[in-house]
């Protein structure tokens, strides 16, 4: 299936429509200063292809939608809690579940549950929320991903890995007392989309066992992962995504799941853990900040529609085209000549913006500037995830300057098809040819917390 030359399609065809609006460059060039020249501020009704995220995005089933009919809106006890928790229990292993509003919700209660002022919390790079949600529990994140991760044209095929040597090297410095746990995101969002081997999680488990340090995957794109591993890693070819991702996830203690990514809704997550005393921490706690255990501020309806998305997500002729459309994307950009990150990861095509715009320093924004060109070049949409999503050092105040300074370009779930992913490349295209004449930006207004999201910006030298 994976080297074949046939043609594909989506496997899926069209019963309701969501009409589409185009603009003119003049109007463009107005939406997106009276933006900040932030995307995130952009309506979204000045949008033509939306391609900002994957987070909630997704285009749900007729299956799913029918699901939705079947809320049980009871304030204790829902049926659709049930049965979501015997799915996660089915396609992920996880004893114990607890739902909440979405993936950073699950992470605010993990954080709080687990980390200890003082502590240290290893990554295989940092996501956005997460890591900010265990600063604001006292720990300290620290970075132990392969040094790959940060190279954009490198090529190994698991850039996601930890390094084992730098896992190990941080368990000598503060000992494993201080560490509660590792969190494995796999694919890594922040490095491109890049899968964890199984080969890895094994390893990285046999480390953090040895020193009784939890195991929590950030399996918001498990499933993406176990397409991977499924064609990257010898010995799971056979095997299906399904049995995949339940084997990565019995590496794994715990996990946090954002569902508005593979499970197909467009809002809902959760939190699992098989350990009992954490559960109980987990569900003494959800109520405080979310709702009660058995709905965690989701609506019964929601809860049904996660649980259905979660048996249409595992399938592998669902996974396959979603990656496949990121990779014909990609593939696009590539035999122009326009740099991106490789290999192509599976949710997005990330635009080396620090080579696109190599005329314009960091600390101007480069991958800012880039993300506002395309959309007055196209009405296409999408961000920054370079010095501007990176924030800021808490101790000295100073930029953190990330060696990856992209743009990313998401694919929503079932929602495009192929000729909106041409129109969107031919734009990126054209910008790349006339890339000389860009500026970058000045940062004029910046919110304390994951300043990406609400921070202003102006041309410089117009
Ligand atoms: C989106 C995301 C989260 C946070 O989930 P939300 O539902 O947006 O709160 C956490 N980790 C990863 C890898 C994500 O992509």
């Given at each position: 299936?994976a080297?074949?030359?046939a043609?594909?399609?989506?496997?899926?065809k069209?019963?309701?429509?969501?009409p589409?609006?185009?603009?003119d460059?003049?109007?463009?060039?107005?939406?997106?200063?009276?933006?900040?020249?932030?995307?995130?501020?952009?309506?979204?009704?000045?949008?033509?292809?939306?391609?900002?995220?994957d987070?909630?995005?997704?285009?749900?089933?007729?299956?799913?939608?029918?699901?939705?009919?079947?809320?049980?809106?009871?304030?204790?006890?829902?049926?659709?809690?049930?049965?979501l928790?015997?799915?996660?229990r089915?396609?992920?292993?996880?004893k114990?579940?607890?739902?909440?509003?979405?993936?950073?919700?699950?992470?605010?209660?993990?954080?709080?549950?687990?980390?200890?002022?003082?502590?240290?919390?290893?990554?295989?790079?940092?996501?956005t929320?997460?890591?900010?949600?265990?600063?604001?529990?006292?720990?300290?994140?620290?970075?132990v991903?392969?040094?790959?991760?940060?190279?954009?044209?490198?090529?190994?095929?698991?850039?996601?890995?930890?390094?084992?040597?730098?896992?190990?090297?941080?368990?000598?410095?503060?000992?494993?007392?201080?560490?509660?746990?590792?969190?494995?995101?796999?694919?890594?969002?922040?490095?491109?989309?890049?899968p964890?081997?199984?080969?890895?999680?094994?390893?990285?488990k046999e480390l953090?066992?040895?020193?009784?340090?939890?195991?929590?995957?950030?399996?918001?794109?498990?499933?993406?992962?176990?397409?991977?591993?499924?064609?990257?890693?010898?010995?799971?070819?056979?095997?299906?995504?399904?049995?995949?991702?339940l084997?990565?996830a019995?590496?794994?203690?715990?996990?946090?799941?954002?569902?508005?990514?593979d499970?197909l809704?467009?809002?809902?997550?959760?939190?699992?853990?098989?350990?009992?005393?954490?559960?109980?921490?987990?569900?003494?706690?959800?109520?405080?900040?979310?709702?009660?255990?058995?709905?965690?501020g989701l609506?019964?309806?929601d809860?049904?529609?996660?649980?259905?998305?979660?048996?249409?997500?595992?399938?592998?002729?669902?996974?396959?085209?979603?990656?496949k459309?990121?990779?014909?994307?990609?593939?696009?950009?590539?035999?122009?000549?326009?740099?991106?990150?490789?290999?192509?990861?599976?949710?997005?095509?990330?635009?080396?913006?620090?080579?696109?715009?190599?005329?314009?320093?960091?600390?101007?924004?480069?991958?800012?500037?880039?993300?506002?060109?395309?959309?007055?070049?196209?009405g296409?949409?999408?961000?920054?995830r370079?010095?501007?999503?990176?924030?800021?050092?808490?101790?000295?105040?100073?930029?953190y300057?990330?060696?990856?300074?992209?743009?990313?370009?998401?694919?929503?779930?079932?929602?495009?098809?192929?000729?909106?992913?041409?129109v969107?490349?031919?734009?990126?295209?054209?910008?790349?040819?006339?890339?000389?004449?860009?500026?970058?930006?000045?940062?004029?207004?910046?919110?304390?917390?994951?300043?990406?999201?609400?921070?202003?910006?102006?041309?410089?030298g117009?």
């Amino acid at each position: 299936m994976a080297n074949s030359k046939a043609p594909w399609a989506e496997p899926y065809k069209i019963k309701v429509v969501e009409p589409l609006k185009v603009t003119d460059r003049e109007y463009r060039l107005n939406a997106i200063k009276e933006a900040g020249y932030n995307t995130f501020l952009l309506k979204s009704e000045d949008v033509y292809i939306d391609l900002l995220t994957d987070s909630g995005t997704n285009a749900m089933s007729d299956y799913q939608w029918a699901g939705m009919m079947l809320g049980d809106e009871s304030y204790a006890g829902s049926r659709n809690f049930y049965y979501l928790e015997s799915n996660v229990r089915k396609y992920y292993g996880y004893k114990h579940l607890v739902p909440t509003h979405q993936g950073r919700g699950a992470e605010h209660l993990l954080s709080r549950a687990l980390i200890k002022d003082g502590d240290y919390v290893p990554g295989n790079m940092y996501f956005t929320t997460t890591r900010l949600h265990q600063e604001l529990a006292g720990g300290t994140f620290v970075d132990v991903i392969i040094d790959e991760a940060h190279d954009p044209q490198n090529l190994h095929p698991f850039k996601g890995n930890v390094d084992l040597a730098k896992f190990e090297g941080l368990i000598n410095r503060v000992g494993g007392g201080k560490i509660p746990y590792i969190t494995i995101g796999a694919p890594v969002n922040m490095a491109g989309g890049q899968p964890v081997s199984m080969d890895n999680i094994r390893r990285v488990k046999e480390l953090a066992n040895k020193h009784d340090i939890m195991i929590v995957f950030d399996a918001t794109r498990g499933m993406e992962n176990a397409y991977f591993i499924q064609q990257r890693e010898e010995g799971y070819a056979n095997k299906s995504v399904a049995e995949i991702l339940l084997e990565f996830a019995s590496h794994t203690d715990a996990a946090t799941m954002s569902g508005k990514k593979d499970l197909l809704v467009n809002i809902g997550g959760f939190v699992a853990v098989n350990d009992w005393d954490t559960f109980e921490e987990l569900r003494n706690m959800v109520v405080i900040y979310e709702g009660l255990h058995t709905y965690g501020g989701l609506a019964g309806r929601d809860m049904e529609a996660m649980a259905r998305g979660m048996e249409e997500a595992v399938q592998d002729a669902h996974i396959s085209t979603r990656v496949k459309q990121v990779e014909y994307f990609g593939q696009l950009l590539l035999d122009a000549g326009v740099p991106i990150v490789e290999p192509i990861g599976g949710h997005a095509v990330f635009v080396d913006a620090r080579k696109f715009y190599d005329h314009i320093p960091q600390d101007q924004f480069p991958a800012q500037a880039l993300a506002a060109d395309f959309y007055i070049e196209s009405g296409v949409r999408c961000m920054e995830r370079g010095i501007v999503s990176a924030g800021r050092n808490k101790e000295t105040g100073e930029h953190y300057f990330p060696k990856l300074e992209l743009v990313r370009i998401t694919f929503p779930r079932r929602v495009y098809m192929q000729s909106h992913l041409d129109v969107a490349a031919y734009h990126v295209i054209e910008l790349f040819k006339k890339r000389h004449e860009a500026k970058g930006l000045e940062m004029v207004y910046e919110p304390t917390y994951l300043r990406f999201f609400q921070a202003r910006f102006e041309r410089i030298g117009k």
